[in-house]
């Protein structure tokens, strides 16, 4: 049976830790966030964490429920960061797509823990202000909420994926990613035009484009496709073609 949790208000050390610092769960987040950057999710253990923390390592039970409840809250507070850096314009289409872009990035920033959370729902506040500013920009432009339930499974979907995605290639160590770069110079861009025509014809493209994430482009696919839709209803209810 899992352990209660403490509100935050009843939980908080009184005493600072060995190292002067006094616990939070915000302090604890960012700690893990931290070790996951050095060691991967591998490293991230309670006794690991209380020794980073200078703190016994059942503290963290005081806080979360688990390892698992932190992975929550750890998946949070990525896309709170990508939330507090953006700024809605009322422009359904380029709020989307600024929105999207930051939540890409602020994963991207901590690759072992986008790895680590980018699955999971998390159900906790800020997701949940999240979800709801993209539905509310989505049913504010005039979507129906089937097309707008709809939208967002793919945009938020997307996103994520992309954000695992991307992610992965960054995770793995420096010389191994490097070496996956340069094998579209390496080995496809001199693949000879007599038994691979069509790669040789576009070596130098995809030299240029394929080290980059994609997710940009596609985003960009997915808005355009929901545009045509929103036009579309938008002609069909006031009988125009």
């Known amino acids: 049976m899992p352990k209660k949790v403490v509100p935050e208000a009843e939980r908080r050390r009184r005493r600072p830790t060995r190292q002067g610092t006094v616990l939070s769960e915000k302090l604890i987040v ?3 966030l931290r070790m996951l950057r050095e060691h991967g999710s591998a490293g991230l253990t309670a006794r690991r964490l209380g020794s980073a923390l200078g703190a ?3 503290t963290l039970y005081r806080y979360f429920a688990g390892l698992d409840d932190l992975t929550r809250a750890i998946g949070e507070e990525l896309v709170g960061r990508a939330l507090d850096s953006w700024t809605a314009t009322g422009k359904w289409r380029a709020d989307l797509r600024a929105l999207g872009l930051a939540i890409h990035a602020s994963y991207l920033a901590h690759p072992q823990a ?3 959370t980018a699955s999971r729902v998390t159900g906790r506040p800020r997701e949940i202000e999240v979800d709801e500013t993209i539905l509310g920009i989505l ?9 707008t339930v709809g939208i967002y499974h793919a945009f938020i979907d997307l996103t994520l994926a992309f954000a695992a995605l991307d992610a992965g290639a960054l995770a793995i160590k420096d010389e191994a990613r490097e070496a996956d770069e340069e094998m579209w110079t390496s080995t496809y861009a001199r693949l000879p035009s ?8 576009t070596a130098h493209l ?13 985003l960009d696919t997915l808005l355009n496709g929901a545009e045509t839709r929103l036009v579309a209803t938008r002609n069909q209810a006031t009988g125009t073609e």
């Open 30 to 32: 960012r700690t893990a």
């Open 56 to 58: 016994d390592p059942s």
């Open 194 to 201: 007599e038994t691979h025509p069509h790669i040789a014809a």
């Open 206 to 218: 995809l030299a240029d484009r394929m080290n980059l994430s994609a997710y940009p482009i596609v």
């Open 114 to 116: 986008a790895l680590l």
């Open 139 to 147: 049913r504010g432009a005039g979507f129906d909420d089937a097309d």
